[in-house]
């Protein structure tokens, strides 16, 4: 079982929402609360680039072009964090990627998912 799996991705039109959760299965409580969790994409052809990240003690930065519009949580209890993500543009069309940085300087993707925004 892979240790992060994403779910949530699909395609809609410009000005929709979705929302991509990343759960942990793996984890234990311990390690996945202590952990900085993260979403990446990585639009075609070009490079992967932070979109938003949770730290461990519950702050939150996100990247320019998606302030406003996304938001990032977690739920330590369920070993999950989300991306809702509101008010979608073709430019966010990428492929999104669940990122975890644990504690003891581990480090894990996941298989990623796809998101298409049409015009």
């Known amino acids: 079982q892979a240790q992060l799996v994403e779910s949530g991705g699909g395609s809609v039109q410009a000005g929709g929402s979705l929302r991509l959760s990343c759960n942990a299965p793996?984890?234990?409580?311990?390690?996945?609360?202590?952990?900085?969790m993260a979403w990446y994409r990585q639009p075609p052809g070009k490079e992967r680039e932070l979109v938003a990240i949770?730290?461990?003690?519950?702050?939150?930065n996100y990247g320019d072009a998606v302030k406003g519009r996304f938001t990032i949580s977690r739920d330590n209890s369920r070993k999950r964090v989300l991306l809702q993500m509101n008010d979608l543009k073709p430019e966010d069309t990428a492929v999104y990627y669940c990122?975890?940085?644990?504690?003891?300087?581990?480090?894990?993707w996941g298989q990623g998912t796809q998101v298409t925004v049409s015009s």
């Open positions: 990122y975890q940085h644990r504690q003891d300087g581990q480090t894990f």
């Open positions: 793996r984890n234990i409580f311990s390690t996945f609360s202590a952990s900085d």
């Open positions: 949770s730290t461990s003690d519950r702050g939150v």
